[in-house]
Structure formats: C-alpha cells, structure tokens
C-alpha cells in the first residue's frame, strides 16, 4: 500500500510564486518516476512536470508551459518531490496532482488547489 499526499497549494498572485511538495510513504521498494500534474478548469489533463533516477543521473521534464518557470526537484531519502512555482500566470490555475510510479503502479495524491488570482 502506498500513499501520497500534496502540500502547498494556495493563492498566489500573477508574477508570484509558490511550492508545492509531495511525499510518498508505505511500501516503496522500486520506486521510479515522480510526477506533477494537474487539472485546469474547462482544460484537460495534463503532464506539469516529472523527474526520475537517483542522485548521480537525474532526468527532469517539463511542460512546455511551464518550462523556465517551474523547477521540479526531488529527495529520494525523504521520499519527497517539489515544485517550485515561479512566475505564476492566471492559467495556471488548477488542481495539482502528484504521482509516484513503482513497479510501474501509479499511486496519486488527492490534489492541491493552486489560485493565481489579482
């Protein structure tokens, strides 16, 4: 059994920032790639970012929205990943999922809401 939660979410003003952190507990033997996502009202659902690999060779992706504004870190001994949320624009407005693949089972949080409002 695995859980996860998010954390972080909140209001934020455009130009602003926020962080979102997710941790992972239960049985996590294998664990691999761990992943944002979220769900933008009247949009669909979509990839935010994901990371993977240990500390020697880690890959990072992002969505081309949010490429040069949003850092995706992770600690593997703390079983935690981050988002790091700059220049927030009012479409990035949405529900904030993470996601932890281990043994190519995906385990999701329940989400984080993120406001970017004025």
């Not at 992943?35 to 969505?63: C, H, L, M, N």
């Not at 009012?90 to 190519?104: A, L, N, P, Q």
Request: with cysteine; aromatic share 8%.
């Amino acid at each position: 059994q695995v859980q996860v939660v998010e954390s972080g979410g909140g209001l934020a003003q455009p130009g602003g920032s926020l962080r979102l952190s997710c941790v992972a507990s239960g049985n996590l033997f294998g664990i691999d790639t761990m992943a944002w996502y979220r769900q933008v009202p009247g949009e669909k659902f979509e990839s935010v970012a994901s990371i993977r690999g240990g500390d020697d060779a880690i890959i990072a992706t992002y969505a081309d929205s949010v490429k040069g504004r949003f850092i995706i870190s992770r600690n593997n001994t703390k079983n935690t990943v981050h988002l790091q949320m700059n220049n927030l624009k009012s479409e990035d407005t949405g529900v904030y999922y993470c996601k932890v693949i281990i043994r190519r089972a995906a385990s999701w949080g329940p989400g984080t809401q993120v406001t970017v409002s004025s």
